[in-house]
């Protein structure tokens, strides 16, 4: 691997009352890679993935993003240096439009609206409005999304709404995209779409981890593959070797 | 065109719609305040302490709703980091502090009052001001700003990771909400020309609270048509005499039942 990574997590822990959710968990995220992270039901995957999104603070370890430490910064900080991501179950907010959903993910990136903007929005001639409407339309395009852009959410069906979500984190011209579980209740032609938009999403030169339990989607798509078992790491490495690590086939694989 | 009673009618009317908006706008940040006659306090003293001593009438407003957001401001950054009931019950507890605060200041004659305030409220300065606030709140809903208090109100958590700053957010919600009730207190000081601590106590927050609730929280006209049954119905109901605040209970249980989101449904901005 060449040069600093662009996500280093190291030594990071985590516990719940008495339960520990990760234990010394280092893992390093290559600029321009799709790395997945797998593991078992409770392994500790979305735990991370708050930890790196500034949701959970981690209790100790470290978490460096392009060389630079970050841990303790609030989310929407987090975002702003260029980490976006979805949620396993769909936190889409209900009384926005689809498009104003993804155009809530280009604030971070906006200037403020003028009183200018403000007096002639309702003639159309709202800068900031027009500017976030058409990076989020673009963002629909890219992940394929072909519903209505003015409907509610909850009119959508869950793949459509994860669309949607994706979007909404690529609204923030994210350098690392962090997708928790994107295909899940996908049919297996919806998920290899999902692939094909993840592939396009890192042609665009970002990264991608993803957490993932489709493991013919993982094995095909990924370059680097991290397994977490019960808070901890037990392998990494790229997809061919991961998959025949003993370790990983016990604890996860089974017969695969 | 008006006789007084419509007139005095249509200004209350106006105030009313006021502080229905200074209960929507930090409701629509998820921010539910039971205090806001404390901020009209504040607008109400301050703009006749000022117009009392010359300053024009615009001016005394203006001070008045910026002294209210002002401490609306400081009030909540401790306040919005707890959240519903909690919050409520704090707000709560701020609109009596400010009624005792006055009761306990003499020189704005304490629990007995302030009168001599000058007649300087007319239906066209309420009128104006209502409809200038309700085009703002109108046009904040399809701002970044506006879609940033809403995304705030539907999910903390997915706001923030999507880079919201949920702080500045909810202040701004809050602390434009206590402006708003600062300008109805400078207006209604200047039309009733007598005020005391009472007339902003727990029973005028909780039913600028009920316009919402009723009129519904999800676009501006909710709260118009709340503050609008009401203020208007009881004027239509005299005939019910004694049992006109009866009536008032059962129409507000039937809408909790029938339109719990409130007379006015919210819809996107592009249906309404």
Known sequence: MMGTPLLDVAGVGMTFGGYVALDDVSCTVAENSIHALIGPNGAGKTTLFNVISGLLKPESGSLRFQARSYAGLRPDQILVLG???????????????????????????????????????????????RIARERAAAMLELVEYRGDVEARPAQMTLVD???????????????????????????????????????????????????????????????????????????????????????????????V | MFNSYTESLAVFFGINILMAFSVYLPSSAGLISLGQGGFMAIGAYTAALLTASGVPFAVALAAGGCLAALIGVLVAAPAVRIRGIYLIIATLGFGEIIRIMFVNLDFVGGASGMSGIQPLTTLPWVAGICVVVALILWRLRTTTLGRAILAVHEDETAAEAMGIKLLQTKLIAFGGGAAIAGLAGGLFAHYALFIDPGQFGFPRSAEAFLYVVLGGSGNPLGPVIGAAVVTLLPEFLRFLQDWRMSFFAVLLIGCAIWRPGGLIAARPPSRL
């Open chain 1, 83 to 129: 980490i976006a991501r979805n949620f396993q179950q769909v936190r889409l907010f209900p009384v926005l439009s689809v498009i104003e959903n993804v155009m809530v993910g280009c604030h971070s990136r906006l200037p403020r609206t003028s009183l200018r903007d403000f007096v002639l929005g309702p003639f159309g001639r709202d800068a900031v409005d």
């Open chain 1, 161 to 255: 709404q994860r669309r949607i979500e994706i979007a909404r984190a690529l609204a923030s011209d994210p350098r690392l995209l962090l997708l928790d579980e994107p295909a899940a209740g996908m049919n297996p032609s919806e998920a290899n779409q999902l692939s094909s938009i993840i592939q396009k999403i890192r042609g665009l030169g970002r990264t991608i981890l993803l957490v993932e339990h489709n493991t013919r989607m993982v094995f095909s798509l990924a370059d680097e593959v991290t397994v977490l078992s019960a808070g901890r790491i037990i392998a990494s490495g790229p997809p061919a070797i991961v998959k025949n690590d003993p370790a990983v086939v016990i604890a996860y694989l089974g017969n």
